[in-house]
């Protein structure tokens, strides 16, 4: 039994703009993440990725499919028993600053998952699990009395991470992570994420759209393409063969960062054909 | 406070506010504010009567600050209605289910009222009782906390850190009270210091027509309507100084409005 | 004054839209929303001023009547029937369009209103347009020279309109323009006192007057409208000001107006994309003041003796009149839904976002 | 390439007053571009790399001052001390400018045809309303709009993303600027559509022989489309020189850092299990 199944999931949204037809954001997705594992979703705007990881915390209800997360159907289960599943499977957004209150402290904000789960644990004790789960993401102890306003994106990244490890959480959805962060502390957050992978033996849903940062992450990758999975294969066997056309495509519109590697110049100019779903 | 410091409009505005209050309370004034006194009726400003007589003799000055300890009672009180009412409202519209939809329905027909001619009605109504003028006051402002609340919990709603919340398995009663309702005092205060001044204005509408607060009770606006003819005989006095008081009070709380505005959109960054 | 204008209008736009959304369904749902908003604002305005204690048959027979005169006077009314009798009754004559009559003239609702109506829409209009040109002109300048001295100085004059009530203000003229310079006349109404109005066509004196040919009358209903549009009008464009300040300041520093600033276009013609950029704001806004001020310039129209609505309605009020009362609340409500749903499709049809979906 | 000097910038810095202060958020930058060459400006958020170029143009508020000792535009200005109306000329004409967020840039209440005629108005380049589609329709063409009509006379809404930043392209060259500026023109853009409309504006410049300051975040476009790279680091210039030397074999601690915060597949970091 894998830890997250998730079996021909669907999922469509009425269209905001009207007369518009409704956006088929999952058209029958079914993947499994096993215990420890980081799976990545990478796809480009309009993929569905975001609803994919969202619908697996059952964050939204699905038309069609299932769930099941430790055997148990989250479908099936009562507004309070799935709140209490929460403990166990958690969410770091990409928007650090839009993800954290801006009236609560630090402290108060990476609290709340014990005050919610653990409603028993004394004062002394919740703070002491703060500052120890503070530290471990690299924050200062006195971090927990600044608003997150006064932190940078990166610290605030980290309160996002903090809040989402103090319940031990066996699973967490990774959703673009690092992309609103900027290039030399993308790296140390994703070095930090590793590491609790490491300590906490968590499995991942790393959603993404940027190759390389999947490349560097992932057990394995599943390629999302309107609101399917066209692909999903062990991350160096996608790079070094990748199956379907729409994967052969990402692969080469990724721009390395080495000028040695140049690729040669294709002119795309006057082919429309090839465009993210978002352009179709 | 941090928002007097960065703000003299607001630091003048309520230091105003607060000497009005005081001396209508408590400062000995210059003449019985409800005395007349047929000999000395129409006199101009002088070293005497400051702000001159009105009509039937009575001082301007004494009647004018006098007329704040009712006039800003009743405003508060309608805020203070508005305010606890508006903001239940509001909550309530802001949530999914039928019930919500049908109060933003009512909110929406509601806009079409002529609100002052509603409140007038109501007051002349109930025989010129002043609880009614509180209602009335409620009446006008409880729609516009409504709005505003439902706009705001709305897009808070669907704020990550709210979704934060939700994934982290915290219950829709600590997302209200610890996600929401933080994080929406910023504006309902900016709300609720506009809501005192409309109050003012509307309570002076209301007495200027005769309704409500009536003689030989001082308000500001029952003093404009007993010195409005005089205008266009020259007499400017008996209606400029309640109608400047206004003024003032309604351009004080303005400026708290803004001063609360600015620090709150500064401490959202 | 008392209902200033909330820059925010939801009338319709929450009117549930069904799958062929064509042109006439979109119309039709529009009419579904409009009637039956005018059916709450009916039934609420009905119960409110009849749940409200007080009893106008006592007022009408005066304080020395006996106990049978009011009974008599309350059955002459239709008082002494259950609420809900009068209700369905009421509602019955509002079908056929009958809004009933007045307690105290005795004549239809509906004469006096078609009577009155073209005073006050003539004042409102004038305001409007003044508030909408002068607000707009002030805001404009404030956003384009944002932290300068001619935006200090606009914001401290719109702040001081915005704070000083539209019937003190009326006062304030009159005494300044009517009695110290003497540039107006007395506040005496639509002409003078000796004067009579024009045979009516229009019912506006400005129009009537030029189509009677009677200039000298066009000349004193003009004048006799200064006063009381400039009252209004000084009024509403603060808050006017305040919106187009931010609307077009927001364009202004858009990244639109940066790149067509990168296009190198003339300074003049980002500030039009600007204004142009705002004009839907602006609209709305124009139409919410129209609006709010149906029944919010009843003061004002009492300040300078007009004979429009409001001061009808003050009257009515004044004797509980209650068919007055209700016949005023149900023209502006009517007139309020029918500005925002004109709104909604104007805006519309301005924004290409919306009319080229 | 060649050594014929395009663009020559000596000293430039940027000052902005805020209500805490005067801020000074670029300093004693030193920029040569040379005729059809792309010059890289890389560096993280904040650093200045957006306000030097907006500086260049004199596209920031009115609460900030732009000084130089020469903003060289060679053969026709020195926009370091040119008047608001040289500037206007300058600006479309001479240098182009292509912003992240197409929808931000386009007007969203006129038709694109009428932003075309716009710019030439603005110009003066006596263009009839006809002339004006037509350069707009060969235009919209060469960026690779397969139907330009339709998108023409439709609004930016309209449009994807990709399609949007297309027309902004053309607009942008349309009167033929032989130096275009661009500032993170593809961030925000999907990968498969940010390599389409990196290939279309470089081909761009290397067919016609024009120049482009490409600003990015992303050490990927530097490395893939730019002859030159420079390297900004809290508003000044740390580093700088040929792509292959800055990006290879880096000198600067600063951009050692920064390269070597790329991604890697082999720097895989939890690979035991």
Known sequence: MSLVEVDSAVKTFASRVRGRDPVRALRGISLHIEEGETLAVIGESGSGKSTLGRAVLRLLDLDEGSVRFDGTDLGGLSPHAMRAMRADMQIVFQEPYESLNPRLTVGGIVSEPLEIHQPRLKTKEIRRQVLATLDRVGLPGDAARRLPGELSGGQQQRVGIARAIISRPRFMVLDEPTSSLDLSIRAQILALLAELQEDYKMAYLFVSHDMHTVESVSDRIAVMYLGEIVETAPTSQLFASPDHPYTQTLLSARLSADPRERHAYQSYAGDLSVTSPASA | MKVMRQHTGATVGVSFIVLLLLASLFAPLPYDPKATEGGASLQAPSGAHWFGTDGAGADVFSRVIDAARIDLSLALAGTVLSLVLGVVLGLAASTKGKGSERLVRGLDAFQAFPLLILALALVTLSGNKLYMVVVAIALINIPRYMRLLRSEVLSLRESRFVEAAMAMGASPRRITFRHLLPNVWGVVLVQTSLTIANAIVVIAALSFLGVGVSAPTPSWGGMIRAGAGNMSSGEWWIASFPGLIVLLCVLAFNQLADAIGDTTARSHR | MASSPTAVISIGSKAPIKKASGPLRLVLTRLGFLVSALFIVVTLSFFLVSVTPGDPAQLIAGPMATAEQITQIRADLGLDEPILTRYVDYLGGLVQGDLGNSYFSKRPIVDELVEKLPATLELVLLSVLFATVVGVAAGAVGAYFKGRLPDKVSRFVTGVFQAIPDFFLGLILIYVVFFLLGLAPAPSGRVGLVETGPGRVTGSYLIDSLLAGDFALFVSAAHHLMLPVLTLGLVYAAYFAKTARSTIGKALNSQQAQFARAMGLPERTVVRYAFAESRTTIVTYAGVIFASLLGGEAIVERVFAWNGIGTWSLQGITKLDLPVVQGMVLVAGAITLIVYTLLDIIVGLLDPRISHA | ?273
Do not use: W
């Open chain 4, 1 to 273: 390439m060649s050594d014929e000097l395009v663009l020559d910038v000596r000293n430039l810095a940027v000052t902005i007053d805020t209500p805490d202060g005067v801020v000074n958020p670029v300093r004693g930058i030193d920029l040569q571009v040379h005729r059809g060459e792309i010059v890289g400006i890389m560096g993280e958020s904040g650093c200045g790399k957006s306000t030097t170029v907006k500086g260049i143009l004199r596209l920031l508020g009115p609460n900030s001052h732009v000084t130089a000792d020469t903003i060289n535009l060679v053969g026709k200005a020195d926009l370091a001390h040119a008047s608001k109306k040289v500037m206007e000329s300058i600006r479309g004409r001479h240098i182009g400018f292509v912003a992240q967020n197409p929808f931000g840039s386009l007007n969203p209440i006129y038709s694109i045809e009428r932003q075309f005629y716009e710019v030439q108005k603005a110009h003066k380049t006596g263009a009839k309303k006809a002339e004006s589609r037509e350069i707009a329709l060969s235009m919209l063409k060469g960026v690779g709009i397969v139907a330009p009509e339709r998108v023409l006379s439709g609004y930016a809404h309209q449009l994807s993303g990709g399609m949007a930043q297309r027309v902004v392209i053309a607009l942008a060259t349309t009167l033929g600027p032989e130096l275009l500026f661009a500032d993170e023109p593809t961030t925000g853009l999907d990968a498969t559509v940010q390599a389409q409309i990196l290939d279309l504006i470089s081909g761009l410049v290397r067919t016609e022989n024009r120049s482009m300051v490409l600003v990015t975040h992303d050490l990927g476009v530097i490395a893939q489309y730019c002859q030159r790279a420079v390297v900004m680091y809290q508003g000044e210039i740390v580093e700088s020189g040929d792509v292959m030397q800055v990006m290879v074999n880096p000198q600067h601690e600063y951009t050692k850092k920064l390269i070597g915060s790329v991604p890697k597949a082999e720097g895989r970091l939890n690979v035991a299990r």
